[in-house]
């Protein structure tokens, strides 16, 4: 399965599955749960959603190292400052909060279905990959790190 690692942008993924969860809603109606304060809670979950990721996002640029999922081997520098003493990978914890957002938004039971996939897509065919360089790159160090912060939060 090391075909799938490192090949979908983790945004691209995350834009698939926004759509394929607003198509599951639309096509699947009767597994709609509606509730009045939805849209206040999924505005919430995806604006902190975007505030992580983007924390994440700056964090790096501060460290001047890429943030390129797809060649985590071009890394200069690994990250430990910043959210990253809270989450291993806040990027993509902002993209699934922003996810979770779109669930309470649609209130349809058949989305979380692709949020649990996106989750495990991205623990399968990117995080393990990205962490398997790192330790190769960074040796004692990540390893130090990954022991003291979780991997999603």
Request: with cysteine; aromatic share 12%; charged share 15%.
């Amino acid at each position: 399965m090391r075909i799938l690692e490192l090949k979908i942008p983790p945004v691209a993924l995350a834009l698939i599955t926004a759509g394929m969860m607003w198509l599951s809603a639309s096509a699947l109606p009767f597994l709609d749960i509606r509730w009045e304060q939805n849209s206040t809670v999924a505005i919430i979950f995806f604006v902190v959603g975007g505030m992580v990721a983007g924390a994440g996002v700056l964090t790096f640029r501060r460290a001047d190292t890429t943030v390129n999922p797809m060649s985590p081997d071009s890394a200069s520098a690994l990250v430990v400052q910043g959210i990253y003493l809270f989450s291993r990978n806040p990027m993509y914890l902002g993209l699934a909060l922003a996810l979770l957002g779109l669930c309470i938004y649609l209130s349809n039971l058949s989305t979380v279905l692709f949020l649990a996939a996106f989750i495990l897509y991205m623990n399968r065919f990117q995080i393990r990959p990205e962490e398997r360089v790192l330790e190769k790159l960074f040796a004692k160090e990540f390893r130090s790190y990954k022991n003291q912060v979780r991997r999603w939060l």
